[in-house]
């Protein structure tokens, strides 16, 4: 985000409750490193003069902003770096493990790769003493959106816990990079920012999972900038397991060059309220992105998802599978964009978005779109809103299967294209047992 790339308005308007000047002041931004106290600032200043969304804005039409609690609850202070408190189930499965909770983080190098200096994975204030030219090039920078609005914004100037990471050239991180929340502090608000570079011929993979306990009232604010250099190839896998009382707003975003590649891959099953947009700008020759997500929603959930598959370069790819089930009350939203720019010819694109509704009373909305500026490509859309295929439960049941056992195996079926994309088996496992349990209280109930 540079004043470069966006006009900002001339008006000031309101701040978000509990993100205003205020704030801004306990932040800490002084004692900051220079460079990126500067940063901050110069998302503040884009932040206070965004307009604050209503549900006239198109974006939060459907998911109006008075369902995010700003009023009733309060930012965290900044994250401490702590030591590292102790292995978890998961953390055998990867190189580095970023812990956070609600008070400090820590980062564990379990396999030396950190000491051997073979990657990097640092708070931002570290990285701009260390590498001040890769963070000042990709903090706010080409990633982002220019369409960005005011709760993104607001993560550039409030986050309270930054990470940055960075893959050399030429670097194959085997296992990999885990990041994970856990939650409990009632009332409070996490503001993370991560930034990733990962530079020619490297190879990475990052998993995130976010935790919190339920009855727990608690909202996370959260933006990624992913940067995959030429023939690099990155792929994020994301779980998010929030707590029935848990509200999520997220905004990723990845920029590839030529002959790169990204992958990403989210899940979601918790949370009371989610407002999520992730997608990737293809934006040198021959680069690619697979984009993939998988959602479950029950009692009063309510999901809303926007992908954007960007191609401002010709001879580029992207492929997009987002799968969701809604039951009881629930309610998702799905608006996916695939937009080519002038002279991104040749460009091959595709998004398929695909729900069931298990029952009356549970609702999605799917709004796929092209925006297209090129000529000489191949973009195009898909999408289905149905119930379960009673030919197929017809078909296991026949089979000597019980109803609540077909309709599971549909479901898992249904699931299993978006899940088969996860690279680690402990993950899908996980997944399956998450999908079962809420399968079985649909039995139940």
């Not at 985000?1 to 931004?29: K, R």
């Not at 085997?174 to 930034?195: D, E, F, M, N, Y």
């Not at 598959?309 to 608006?335: E, F, I, N």
Request: charged share 25%; glycine share 6%.
């Amino acid at each position: 985000m540079t004043t470069a790339q966006i006009a900002i308005p001339d008006q000031q308007v309101d701040f978000m409750p509990g993100f205003g000047e205020e704030q801004y002041s306990q932040l800490g931004v002084q004692d900051e490193p220079e460079l990126l106290r500067a940063k901050r600032e110069e998302a503040f200043r884009f932040y206070k003069n965004l307009p604050v969304p209503t549900n006239r804005t198109e974006e939060w039409r459907r998911t109006g902003p008075a369902l995010f609690p700003f009023d009733s609850l309060k930012s965290l202070p900044q994250l401490k770096q702590a030591e590292y408190a102790g292995e978890g189930s998961w953390d055998k499965y990867f190189d580095v493990v970023v812990s956070i909770d609600d008070t400090s983080f820590s980062i564990h190098d379990r396999s030396g790769v950190l000491k051997k200096e073979v990657v990097f994975v640092l708070p931002l204030a570290e990285a701009s003493i260390r590498f001040p030219d890769l963070v000042k090039k990709h903090l706010q920078g080409q990633a982002l959106p220019a369409d960005m609005g005011k709760i993104e914004a607001l993560n550039s100037a409030f986050w309270n816990i930054g990470l940055f990471i960075y893959i050399p050239a030429k670097t194959d991180l085997k296992k990999g990079i885990l990041i994970k929340h856990q939650h409990q502090t009632s009332g409070a608000i996490l503001v993370p920012r991560l930034v990733a570079v990962v530079e020619e011929q490297s190879t990475a993979h990052i998993t995130e999972h976010f935790l919190s306990v339920d009855d727990l009232s608690f909202m996370s604010i959260t933006s990624k900038e992913l940067y995959v250099q030429q023939a690099a190839r990155l792929k994020i896998v994301t779980l998010k397991k929030w707590g029935n009382q848990s509200y999520h707003v997220a905004s990723d975003m990845a920029r590839v060059e030529k002959d790169a590649q990204v992958d990403l891959v989210t899940f979601n099953t918790g949370g009371k309220v989610s407002k999520m947009k992730f997608g990737s700008d293809v934006a040198g020759k021959n680069s690619a992105a697979e984009l993939d997500g998988l959602f479950f929603g029950q009692d009063d959930q309510h999901f809303d998802q926007t992908t954007l598959q960007v191609h401002s370069s010709p001879d580029t790819y992207s492929r997009l599978l987002y799968k969701g089930v809604v039951k009881d009350k629930a309610h998702s939203v799905y608006q996916g964009v695939i937009q080519a720019k002038p002279g991104a010819i040749r460009v091959d694109a595709y998004q398929t978005n695909n729900n069931i509704v298990l029952n009356d009373g549970a609702r999605a909305d799917t709004i796929p779109g092209l925006l297209i500026d090129a000529d000489d490509l191949k973009c195009s859309h898909g999408a289905t809103i149905g119930n379960l295929d009673e030919e197929q439960i017809f078909y296991l049941r026949s089979r000597g299967l019980s109803e609540s056992e077909a309709r599971r195996i549909v479901l898992i079926g249904f699931f299993e294209e978006v899940i088969e994309r996860i690279p680690q088996d402990f993950i899908r496992d996980h997944i399956h047992e998450l999908i079962n349990q809420k399968i079985l209280k649909e039995a139940e109930d």
